[in-house]
């Protein structure tokens, strides 16, 4: 049976000043439908180039991204991204920021009353309802990720794509976005490829890890299952002896990778 | 869960403390009045001073030019009455200044709206930015004036000349901040464009726009600046209505009072003209 979405070969190379550079090498990946997939590795692996393959406003140099089995290489809606410093437009209200993509998205599909409520649905989901006529000026760096969240998920996306979006956030602040993730995730059901540097985040919230080797030419290292049933919860999986075995696989990987090492 | 309500109990009601505040304080209202006073005596003084040393400089026998006393005692007739109309340019400075106004009005207007878009086309467009920007750089260094014999030969009239002069001296500030403005769009919303699908009309009105509006401003402002300059140089040639040929034909019947007073009303309005630039800049940005 063909995957949900399938990253077939892909491999990108850059042309600039100094030559060409290739950033990814012969990546291949299946994600099926509903699956939350993160994808860790150092800095400068090529992790975010791959999301933005995905997304489309990056294009293969070789290979494709297959989505429902129809190849998709420009930017569309059905591969909404949350990016990692937000995006928020800075002259329009949590709202209006919201509002523009539901519009957008569905504003042929839902009358302008239902825009509305669907809006307010999404920012509820992410509880920025009480903001939502604040500027993201007005608003805290947690808060803007929420609002990029609930613009991501009002686009009613075949697959979110999380590029870091919590990697500028503080411990707390990324412990309770982390736990909102997997609440909208386990109740909604979207199928997710979330880019990440943090190892408990990608154990935590996973169905699996991607693990990429170190560029130039990045590749895909090893991929971990994680078996953990849901719904988790960080507190009990703390002592979790298999959530820790696992948590000690992907750090050996990467520790193993690390660019220290490598040079 | 007993220890937790005790604590809560124990804690002092915060509501109920007053804030410290020292006897011998000066109360609200004389502090406002200090904090006005502080604004408004520096520039009253500064003004203060400036005409002091104008009125001692000119009050000698032999003065060249007017006092500050004399200009406004042989012009009180215009200071009076700016709205008097004897036909001709025998007019009143407010209707000098208004047809100025309306030509700076006119040409401004054209600039903008050519300037905002050849800026967002040469911001967007790496291939017109190639083709243009050597052009604009070595036609905004081309003063004003120089533009006018070009303009009275194409044009065969004062009005659409003068118009013609404000348009291509106040064009250059405008376009240039725009594609600065375009061009410094963040990478996050063109995505956030992308992601979107947005219709390049959509980007230009949902995205490029409010995003370039502070560079916008920064080059109307310049821009109104210089149009002021042009005009007042313009009308002195054309003839007509108009503060400028007002100062021009004041020179010619040696009443140096009425171009200092004119001068006066230059700097005003130009001043002005910059604040309400400003005002809608900081209005449109919020």
């Not at chain 1, 990946?29 to 933005?52: A, P, W, Y």
């Not at chain 1, 994680?226 to 703390?238: G, H, K, N």
């Not at chain 2, 004003?144 to 194409?154: F, H």
Request: glycine residues 8%.
């Amino acid at each position: 049976m063909a995957a949900y979405l399938s990253i077939e070969n892909v491999g990108i190379a850059f042309t600039g000043d100094k030559g060409t550079f290739r950033a990814l090498d012969d990546v291949v990946l299946r994600i099926d439908k509903g699956e939350f997939v993160s994808i860790i590795g150092h800095s400068g692996c090529g992790k975010s180039t791959l999301l933005n393959i995905v997304a489309g406003l990056l294009q293969a140099t070789e290979g494709g991204v297959l989505l429902e089995g129809r190849e998709v290489d420009t930017p569309g809606p059905d591969r909404a991204v949350v990016f990692q410093n937000h995006s928020l437009l800075p002259w329009l209200s949590v709202y209006d920021n919201v509002r523009m993509a539901v519009d957008k998205v569905h504003g042929k599909t839902k009358s302008k009353a239902e825009r509305h409520d669907w809006t307010l649905h999404n920012l509820s989901l992410v509880r920025m309802d009480a903001a939502k006529d604040k500027k993201p000026g007005e608003i805290s760096g947690g808060m803007k990720q929420r609002v990029g969240i609930a613009r991501a998920l009002a686009m009613e996306p075949k697959v979110l794509l999380l590029d870091e979006p919590f990697g500028a956030l503080d411990a707390l602040t990324r412990a309770h976005l982390q736990d909102s993730l997997m609440e909208i995730h386990g109740r909604l059901g979207n199928t997710v490829i979330m880019i990440t540097h943090d190892v408990d985040e990608s154990v935590l919230l996973s169905d699996r890890i991607v693990m990429m080797t170190n560029g130039p030419a990045a590749r895909i290292g090893q991929i971990l299952d994680i078996d953990l049933p849901r719904p988790r919860s960080r507190v009990e999986l703390a002592d979790n002896p298999h959530f820790n075995h696992l948590r000690a696989e992907v750090l050996r990987f990467l520790h193993g990778h690390s660019p220290a090492r490598a040079a | 869960m007993t220890m937790v309500s005790k604590i809560a109990e124990a804690k002092p009601d915060m509501a109920q403390v007053t804030p410290y505040k020292p006897a011998g304080q000066p109360s609200a209202a004389v502090k406002k009045a200090r904090e006005i006073a502080s604004r408004v005596l520096p520039p009253v003084l500064g003004l203060a001073v400036l005409l002091g040393i104008w009125q001692l400089a000119c009050s000698g026998p032999n003065a060249l030019l007017p006092g500050p006393i004399k200009v406004v005692q042989s012009t009180w007739p215009l200071i009076a009455d700016p709205f008097f109309d004897h036909g001709g340019v025998d007019k009143g400075l407010f209707w000098h200044l208004f047809a100025s106004l309306k030509r700076v009005a006119m040409g401004f207007a054209l600039s903008s709206v050519a300037g905002i878009l050849l800026g967002v086309l040469v911001g967007q467009s790496t291939l017109a930015f190639r083709a243009l920007d050597p052009i604009f750089q070595v036609l905004r260094t081309v003063p004003p004036l120089a533009w006018l014999p070009i303009s009275l030969a194409a044009f065969r009239q004062a009005d659409p000349s003068a118009i013609f002069v404000i348009f291509i001296t106040s064009i250059w500030p405008i376009i240039l901040n725009t594609a600065v403005g375009v061009r410094n769009i963040p990478q996050d919303y063109r995505n956030v464009a992308l992601v979107l699908r947005l219709s390049p009309i959509e980007f230009f009105f949902k995205i490029v726009i409010p995003a370039t509006v502070p560079y916008i401003f920064t080059g109307l402002k310049i821009g109104i600046g210089l149009s002021w300059l042009a005009i007042i140089a313009a009308e002195m040639l054309i003839g007509g209505v108009g503060i400028g040929f007002f100062i021009w034909d004041a020179w010619n019947s040696s009443l140096m009072s009425e171009i200092i007073l004119a001068l006066v009303y230059v700097g005003l309005v130009g001043f002005m003209l910059d604040r309400v630039i400003t005002v809608i800049g900081k209005m449109l940005s919020n």
